[in-house]
């Protein structure tokens, strides 16, 4: 790493004078739990001064937060923020550590390393989980992936297996969902396969292999578009995706104003030099309310197989002080290598920052000497391109603009970056695609998102043919002269007029087949797409959906249908990007996928049922919450919030609760003021009548402070409805009678300072487990006596947000909570320092955003941001039993397509797997299979015999279901 230290007028100016004031003091947890009757009212005072300071500085960190997020909207009129961009911008806030402002994602590749190292294994199954059959499931019930089957989500990178002889193999890397495999995504009938499941990051953004050893194969974390999902270095495979290990990590470090090891990988390519493969890394920071990975922007190589990276330091941002390059590398957005072996890498910067990293490519003909070839001259731009195969000197990039007049942009050398045409010039030698949808600006495609959907790639074959998307999908076959619209995103308006496929808006990555390069895969908001001729775009089938169970798809949040049986199964959930819709089945029983129900396009947010299957409430951005029911033989959706105007209050995905039992809905407005609807039920039948809906404000906010989770009681009597409100500062107002005239609201005494994202009840309304979001805090609280005192239950629980929990109603010591690693559960919830360990057989490390529970078919149901949505059941509720030491072997998923986890014994950290097909045929064998780290296995579906032998000897053999 450079040591060239960045002048503090250079830093005050760039990175802004109000970041100096954060302090870098780690926050110290408040036991509130010591509050008890007779202790020593100077102790009580003493506390509560400790959490009205940790209050203020998290109140300082919002208001700073929401300034720097305003001043960048004032300054980029024509950039709105992106879906995915909002959701992570409000989810930032309230995952901070509220003394730094920092969140500290990467300490999660920790908590990753002590799972697999056993730390957090289950050392008893939980009555909650367990399907009653204990020996043959083992501790860690599995769950079920329940879907959606092909509805998909962002996809990121694609790359053709070079190892397949057919040519037919592909892999895919989602935004959050990790990094999958097809083995012929032209064949319908084939399905996706995940390889990423338990690792530290789900987030992949670019794939590449090793041209002097294709087996060896690379893959890069983060998606820096938005932030949503940041990365944890690089992932590297030897045996071309069976095992991977964790490569390019900097330890996490914290100053005032720079997060270092929080960090993007956009791009991964690699040269073949006379033999040595020299590997390219593009790392971004980004920008929040502090700096992820500023020191580690930049260009990096490895010729020693990724053991070491060097930095370029001479691609580093130019001191305008001194003159002289800084300690910040430029921002890299892509990396490509010429046919002539030229390294060619673009630029972008952070949308929150004033950095001039942005807008611009520079060439290099050895690797390390580079030459800046061309700039836009907006500091801010996001520059994607791509260079002809078959002519080195012909490279077309397609960048956000330098104005509101100019707001994209496609740029062209035909001389290896000597001279440049644009289309901002008005000569005609390069054009902008122009959208047949009339809703797209004809001098933006993108409209307004080209920080977030952006691609360009020329033909393989033909350097004058060139495809390019933002919302769809455009072709020129004349060198960017003029351009063809060969996809479409819906048949609104003029585009019903184009006889073209329909395929899922926002663009994000195109590639050839290699091996045949007619083909063509793009990857967008909606999943794959597979094109079997690039030179027919006519008709439906020109472009078709390739999402066999490739189930990336982002849930914010899913409920279980109360009145449904496992024979007649019906869930609904909300997605990013892909809706609102409920999935059924007629049988739970059976391990298939629901079908798939579509109520609502664009982003869903919140949903749930009323007790008596009349209606369900699915939601769109802000207080669009729709009633969805039957009406005759018709399925109507009403808006239950009816002014237009109150429909766009409220948080981008917009916090909901339903009183069951009162049928009354509530929605979150602003401030500490909220929507009621009183009479959800108006409208069933032949009733047309208006909704209700009333303004109650709960209590006098606090600075900056707003509500991040409703939740109506399940001991609401008949007739009094009652609500709990959770903030953004961790309080608490319960709301009596919320649905009548004269409702009166009580603060509770604050638990501690942070986000509160769930409140679950226990035996009655005295019991309450609340869950808070913020990294260094205490993350999960409980009272027994309605919120006059509360414990902290965090217990040994590493450091990270809590999402979600879910308590077993029959045992107040079972709890299972959703955590950006997976599922975790105690079977000692009571105690005053709760065991807590991860039950997240076959769903992985990732996010858990909602959990559910239907208690007639003891049915427990997860949502998560990137897997979609998963079930488990129990059928016994027998009593928890320790878990013997022979039972502390497993191996996982079972059934399983192909992905496997090998659970050893204590003490035992890797092992050889052989496996053995019905004749008793060696079919596979590894000798290098570690602890709880997933491997691949590209066998025929049936079952098969697996063993784990050590040192020559057989430690234990089970059954493997592939399928």
Known sequence: MSSTVM??????????????????????????????????????????????????????????????????????????????????????????????????????????????????????????????????????????????????????????????????????????????????????????????????????????????????????????????????????????????????????????????????????????????????????????????????????????????????????????????????????????????????????????????????????????????????????????????????????????????????????????????NHSGEGTGVVTLPVDGDNGIPNNDFTRGQHFYDLVIKVDPNDQNTVYAGGIDTFKSTNGGQSWTQITKWSNNNNLVGLNIPVIHADQHVIEFNPSNTNEMLIGNDGGMYYVPNKNNFQGGSSAVKRNNRLNVTQIYRAALNPTKTTNNEELSAGAQDNGSFWLSTPSLAQANFLTHYPSTSGDGGYTDYDDQDEYLITSYVFNSHYKIFTQGNTLVARNLITSPNDRNMGHFINEMALDRTNDIMYSYRSGLSIFVVPNVLQGNGTQTAPFINRVLTLATAQQSEQITHLKASPYSAVGSSTLYAGTNQGRIIRVADGGGTNPTFTVLNTPGIGSISDIEFGTDEQHIIVTMTNYNINNIYYTTDGGNNWLQKDGNLPDMPVRTALVNAEDADEVIIGTEMGIWGTNNFTSPNPIWAQYASNLGNVRVTDLDYRPSTRTVLAATYGRGVWTTQNSTLSTSEEVNKSRLRSVYPNPSRGNLNVRLPEGVHSATVKMFDASGKLVYTNHQVKNMEEFYVQLAKGAYMLTVEKDGKQLFSTSVIIR
Not at 145 to 160: F, L, T
């Open 7 to 420: 002048s503090g007028s250079f830093l005050l100016n760039e990175i802004s004078l109000y970041l100096l004031s954060i302090f870098n003091n780690k926050m110290n947890k408040i036991i509130t739990s010591i509050l008890m009757v007779g202790m020593v009212a100077g102790v009580a005072a003493q506390v509560e001064t400790e959490q009205q300071k940790t209050l203020k500085k998290l109140q300082e960190h919002y208001q700073r937060h929401d300034a720097k997020v305003k001043s960048v909207l004032e300054r980029k009129a024509d950039e709105l923020m992106s879906p995915p961009d909002r959701y992570y911008m409000e989810d930032y806030k309230r995952t901070m550590d509220p003394i730094t402002g920092v969140t500290y994602f990467s300490e999660l590749a920790k908590v990753k390393t002590e799972i697999e190292r056993g730390k957090y294994a289950p050392k008893a199954s939980l009555k909650l989980l367990n399907a009653g059959n204990f020996t043959d499931r083992g501790f860690d019930q599995p769950w079920v992936e329940r879907g959606p089957y092909a509805v998909g989500g962002r996809i990121r990178a694609i790359a053709y297996d070079p190892n397949d002889p057919t040519g037919r193999r592909a892999f895919a890397g989602s935004a959050t969902g990790g990094l999958w495999v097809n083995q012929d995504p032209a064949d319908a009938n084939n399905e996706w396969t995940p390889l990423s499941t338990f690792w530290a990051s789900t987030s992949i953004h670019c794939i590449a292999f090793d041209p002097n050893n294709p087996q060896t194969m690379y893959v890069g974390t983060g998606e820096v578009e938005t932030g949503d999902g940041l990365g944890s270095g690089i992932w590297k495979s030897t045996d071309a995706g069976q095992t991977w290990q964790q490569i390019f990590t900097i330890p996490a470090t914290y100053s005032n104003t720079v997060r270092n090891g929080n960090f993007f990988v956009n791009d991964i390519k690699i040269r073949n030099v006379n033999g040595t493969s020299e590997i390219f890394v593009g790392v971004s920071g980004g920008y929040s309310e502090g700096w992820q990975g500023l020191y580690q922007s930049g260009l990096y190589v490895s010729t020693d197989g990724g053991n070491t990276f060097t930095k370029n330091d001479n691609f580093n941002i130019v001191n305008p002080n001194t003159n002289a390059p800084s300690n910040i590398g430029y921002s890299v957005q892509q990396i490509e290598i010429g046919a002539d072996n030229s390294v060619w890498v673009s630029t972008r910067a952070s949308r929150f920052s004033n950095l001039p990293s942005g807008g611009k490519i520079f060439k290099s003909t050895d690797g390390v000497n580079f030459t800046q070839v061309y700039t836009n001259g907006n500091g801010n731009a996001r520059v994607n391109f791509t260079i002809s195969p078959q002519n080195p000197n012909v490279v077309y990039a397609l960048m956000q603009g330098v104005s509101q007049a100019e707001p994209v942009r496609i740029a062209k050398t035909t001389d290896g970056g000597t001279t440049w």
